[in-house]
């Protein structure tokens, strides 16, 4: 099995030993929510770092429920409406999580509620997210 965390898209020259460890180290960061992450996107690491399956920083910190960390990535400019390979969101992590103050954020940073499959307003509805669901209806459209 591959390491997603690894691979490099098509054309792209292949990365050596050391910058792959590197990258996986700052995906395990953005999980973690270790705030590591943001001095080295402050040192130059994008913040819109994405791995082999299209999951930005910002989605995985989301997703494993690091608001704070979210919050600091999209202050150093992560891109709040990215879609990774799966068609998933941080806006829908959010929605998954029932996290109205990173929905909050990542709205004001012009997430859409309606983008990825499922949407942010699918996730929340079916993960019977009402608060999240209440904030994500009022923004959409």
Excluded: K
């Excluded at 799966?86 to 806006?91: D, E, K, N, P, S």
């Excluded at 859409?112 to 923004?139: C, I, K, M, N, Y």
């Amino acid at each position: 099995m591959s390491d997603p965390d690894a691979s490099t898209p098509a054309g792209t020259p292949a990365l050596d030993d050391e910058t792959l460890a590197f990258a996986r180290r700052m995906f395990d960061l953005a999980r973690a929510g270790d705030p590591e992450l943001l001095a080295q996107v402050d040192a130059g690491l994008p913040a819109n770092l994405t791995n082999g399956e299209g999951s930005t920083l910002l989605l995985l910190a989301v997703y494993h429920g690091r608001d704070d960390l979210a919050q600091g990535l999209l202050e150093r400019g992560a891109d709040a409406q990215r879609i990774n390979d799966r068609g998933q969101t941080a806006l829908a992590a959010a929605a998954f999580r029932g996290s109205t103050r990173i929905a909050r954020s990542l709205l004001d940073a012009g997430a859409d509620p309606r983008a990825g499959s499922p949407d942010a307003l699918e996730t929340a509805r079916f993960f019977e997210q009402h608060e999240v669901l209440t904030l994500l209806a009022s923004r959409a459209d």
